[in-house]
């Protein structure tokens, strides 16, 4: 059976990413609401947001138990097609999350609801990549091999380890014959516990530079693997959650789902600030503890973006950071203050603070 309908791929939500949600104004003070009062679900990238290949980054497993307590729907979309959603499980699982496989939503998934659109039923697929994709592509009713036949109507490749040169070779010859190309996910890198390899964009550029033909991508940035996720979680106000610009953010971006960049893994606080407005996202923290805390968005005025006593202001074509400029804030008051002024374009101007120094590792 089908795990995705057609149906699945049409995105819920209507706001614009950069739309958030705001708490019912009074006139009794109360404490700013955190993320956990703002959303009703959390999706979920996972290398290099949750873990780095076998080791988990500090916070994850407290700050998802922490959402379910509070009753959030959770979701687990990751480019990863390396791995079956029990096998995902089983991976959070010895790194003390609570997961379940019904909230795994992995590009393999994505990339079947593209190749039965493109490829008739019991037709014989070319799989590159691990057992996770290959129980995907049989669970849809096709058949696999793993070289080229005369009757193979597709190739679907996903990363793992045991890829090889043989491997590519195989789907070469499939492709070049005019089989329908399918890329999982197009991540140039991977992140390790020894640092970041190639990904399996890698691999597949190798593909699209031998044959001359362009992959069609499933996974993040594309838009669907957020909608899925949102429609499963039965979500009307979700959480992209996610470390790397050009596929966690930008994908979030693209499915109308507010953002939420954690500095934990590739990309860095000023590589959002730089980005294009398609990968920027909404908000900026260091870690993913702040999911319990404060989500207060700063104020813009005019040139200017502020959030308690720390600001930033454009100056000359560079944004000027005053305040606490050791602080998450110095962060998300430059962020906001690009996604304002810049809503179109790329902001190409320094970044610097008032007293010239360097910004160090963020604190409270």
């Given at each position: 059976?089908?795990?995705?309908?057609?149906?699945?791929?049409?995105?819920?939500?209507?706001?614009?990413?950069?739309?958030?949600?705001?708490?019912?104004?009074?006139?009794?003070?109360?404490?700013?609401?955190?993320?956990?009062?703002?959303?009703?679900?959390?999706?979920?990238?996972?290398?290099?947001?949750?873990?780095?290949?076998?080791?988990?980054?500090?916070?994850?497993?407290?700050?998802?138990?922490?959402?379910?307590?509070?009753?959030?729907?959770?979701?687990?979309?990751?480019?990863?097609?390396?791995?079956?959603?029990?096998?995902?499980?089983?991976?959070?699982?010895?790194?003390?999350?609570?997961?379940?496989?019904?909230?795994?939503?992995?590009?393999?998934?994505?990339?079947?609801?593209?190749?039965?659109?493109?490829?008739?039923?019991?037709?014989?697929?070319?799989?590159?990549?691990?057992?996770?994709?290959?129980?995907?592509?049989?669970?849809?009713?096709?058949?696999?091999?793993?070289?080229?036949?005369?009757?193979?109507?597709?190739v679907i490749q996903g990363f793992a380890p045991t890829v090889g040169w043989a491997d590519l070779a195989e789907a070469a010859y499939a492709i070049r014959r005019g089989?329908?190309?399918?890329?999982?996910?197009?991540?140039?890198?991977?992140?390790?516990?020894?640092?970041?390899?190639?990904?399996?964009?890698?691999?597949?550029?190798?593909?699209?530079?031998?044959?001359?033909?362009?992959?069609?991508?499933?996974?993040?940035?594309?838009?669907?693997?957020?909608?899925?996720?949102?429609?499963?979680?039965?979500?009307?106000?979700?959480?992209?959650?996610?470390?790397?610009?050009?596929?966690?953010?930008?994908?979030?971006?693209?499915?109308?789902?507010?953002?939420?960049?954690?500095?934990?893994?590739?990309?860095?606080?000023?590589?959002?600030?730089?980005?294009?407005?398609?990968?920027?996202?909404?908000?900026?923290?260091?870690?993913?503890?702040?999911?319990?805390?404060?989500?207060?968005?700063?104020?813009?005025?005019?040139?200017?973006?502020?959030?308690?006593?720390?600001?930033?202001?454009?100056?000359?074509?560079?944004?000027?950071?005053?305040?606490?400029?050791?602080?998450?804030?110095?962060?998300?008051?430059?962020?906001?203050?690009?996604?304002?002024?810049?809503?179109?374009?790329?902001?190409?101007?320094?970044?610097?603070?008032?007293?010239?120094?360097?910004?160090?590792?963020?604190?409270?």
């Amino acid at each position: 059976m089908n795990r995705i309908k057609q149906s699945s791929l049409r995105c819920p939500l209507t706001s614009p990413p950069h739309q958030i949600p705001h708490p019912t104004r009074s006139n009794v003070k109360r404490p700013d609401p955190t993320f956990l009062d703002l959303f009703d679900a959390l999706l979920f990238d996972m290398d290099g947001t949750l873990m780095n290949g076998s080791t988990v980054i500090e916070h994850g497993v407290d700050a998802v138990a922490a959402a379910r307590a509070r009753g959030l729907a959770i979701a687990f979309a990751t480019n990863n097609a390396s791995r079956t959603p029990d096998m995902v499980v089983e991976h959070l699982a010895s790194l003390g999350y609570e997961a379940h496989a019904h909230e795994v939503v992995n590009s393999p998934m994505i990339a079947m609801s593209l190749v039965r659109a493109h490829v008739e039923p019991g037709s014989t697929i070319l799989v590159v990549g691990g057992r996770g994709l290959v129980e995907e592509v049989e669970r849809n009713g096709y058949t696999v091999t793993r070289e080229d036949r005369d009757d193979v109507k597709a190739v679907i490749q996903g990363f793992a380890p045991t890829v090889g040169w043989a491997d590519l070779a195989e789907a070469a010859y499939a492709i070049r014959r005019g089989a329908f190309f399918v890329a999982t996910n197009i991540d140039s890198t991977l992140p390790t516990e020894k640092g970041f390899a190639p990904g399996n964009g890698s691999l597949v550029h190798a593909l699209e530079f031998s044959t001359g033909v362009k992959a069609v991508a499933a996974g993040k940035p594309e838009p669907a693997m957020f909608k899925v996720a949102a429609e499963i979680s039965s979500s009307s106000r979700p959480l992209a959650i996610g470390d790397r610009l050009d596929t966690d953010l930008e994908g979030g971006n693209r499915a109308n789902v507010p953002t939420f960049h954690t500095l934990t893994g590739v990309s860095s606080w000023i590589d959002a600030a730089h980005a294009p407005a398609i990968q920027r996202p909404v908000f900026v923290r260091p870690n993913l503890s702040f999911l319990g805390k404060s989500a207060a968005h700063p104020v813009i005025d005019a040139e200017r973006a502020h959030l308690g006593s720390t600001a930033a202001h454009l100056e000359g074509g560079d944004i000027v950071v005053t305040g606490d400029a050791s602080s998450w804030r110095a962060a998300q008051v430059v962020l906001s203050l690009v996604n304002a002024r810049f809503p179109e374009s790329t902001f190409e101007g320094a970044i610097r603070a008032a007293s010239g120094e360097l910004f160090g590792p963020f604190g409270e």
